[in-house]
């Protein structure tokens, strides 16, 4: 269990986020103030995640593109609970046994 603990928390989720947030800001305006806000991270992250400034958004996970923008919109329109089953659903680690990391 703590080695998809890690995986999820130091390399998945960061990944995601890196992805959810250039989406937020590329397809739907999203300012990096909303998108940090959006995903529990700060403007800094925001600004190395759209630069490309940092190591997630070179981690080889391959996403598929229409979970991400369904994710992105299910983070735009604050449904939780769908956005939850969203990121289980595209772990690999999590939609193969029972997650307990809940994601805000």
């Known amino acids: 269990m703590t080695n998809e603990y890690n ?3 130091k390399t998945f989720l960061p990944a995601l986020k890196s992805r959810v947030a250039k989406l937020l800001y590329l ?6 103030q909303e998108i940090a806000g959006l ?3 700060t403007q800094a992250e925001v600004s190395k995640y759209l630069s490309n400034k940092n ?3 070179k981690i080889p996970i391959k996403f598929d593109k229409i979970k991400l923008e369904e994710l992105a919109k299910n983070i735009k329109n604050k449904n ?4 939850q089953k969203m990121i289980c659903s595209i772990c690999p680690k999590g939609s193969k046994s029972k997650c307990m990391i809940m994601i805000r």
């Open 7 to 9: 995986y999820v928390t």
């Open 27 to 32: 397809e739907y305006d999203f300012n990096q």
């Open 39 to 41: 995903l529990d991270i």
């Open 55 to 57: 190591s997630y958004s």
């Open 80 to 83: 939780e609970y769908r956005a």
